[in-house]
């Protein structure tokens, strides 16, 4: 009957544990009372090596690295306001935290309604704990794909103006250095090739500064020939 409640409470450890097994083998021997005492201890040791493991793993689930990037809406003594993707977080800052603008350390009153900032921290049960904080002042929003298809107005070596044809408006967009003028075959070509009144299509992107056409390609073939 004793043996046999050991052996249950030893069952109960191991459901008890869920997440391994303890094997065991149990040699007959007339000193039972010894080979029990032997067995205990082979079950506790195994159980504080897994609750180790456990508790380790649990803290990793727990605790889960985070980052936002938003405008900051306010400015307080003690905390910032971000507008981010998903909604306004209030980011608290501690000593603790670390805060650039520039590649400078600075306080919070280096710190201004309508910046950027970038927050990394952790969440903890549900309550986001920022760490580091970088601040701005251009926008850290990626800029936004655009794709236009218009009638060309004028062109310059800097600014290309089309009539959009889904609304009819004049959009005025930026050429960089590095902009590409192709053919209606993708060839690469001179920009002064682009006329009045030619239909063309603009890829770039958009940000708050405007448009910016990364490439200007003419929907009818060109002549290599000026």
Do not use: C, Y
């Not at 544990?17 to 029990?36: C, M, N, R």
């Not at 605790?63 to 905390?79: A, L």
């Not at 952790?122 to 002042?137: A, D, H, Q, Y």
Request: no cysteine; proline share 3%.
């Amino acid at each position: 009957m004793k043996k046999t409640k050991i052996l249950g409470s030893i069952l109960g450890v191991v459901l008890l544990l869920g997440t391994f097994q303890v094997v065991s083998a149990v040699d007959d021997a007339t000193d039972s009372g010894k080979t029990t005492q032997e067995l205990k201890k082979r079950i506790e040791k195994v159980v504080e090596e897994k609750k180790q493991e456990v508790g380790e793993v649990v803290a990793k689930i727990s605790t889960k690295k985070r980052g936002f990037v938003g405008k900051i809406d306010r400015v307080t003594s003690e905390t910032i306001t971000l507008e981010t993707h998903k909604g306004v977080l209030i980011v608290p800052l501690s000593a603790n935290v670390s805060v650039t603008k520039n590649g400078k350390d600075v306080t919070i009153d280096d710190i201004a309604v309508d910046e950027w900032a970038i927050t990394l921290g952790v969440e903890e049960n549900g309550t986001f704990e920022p760490r580091f904080v970088l601040v701005s002042s251009k926008s850290l929003r990626p800029p936004e794909p655009v794709v236009l298809l218009g009638t060309l107005k004028s062109l310059t070596s800097k600014e290309l103006v089309i009539v959009s044809r889904s609304d009819s408006e004049e959009k005025s967009i930026t050429v960089t250095k590095n902009a590409l003028f192709e053919d209606s075959d993708g060839t690469e070509i001179d920009s002064e090739m682009f006329e009045k009144d030619l239909t063309v299509l603009v890829t770039g992107f958009q940000d708050e500064d405007g448009i910016t056409g990364t490439t200007i390609r003419s929907l009818a073939p060109l002549s290599k020939e000026k």
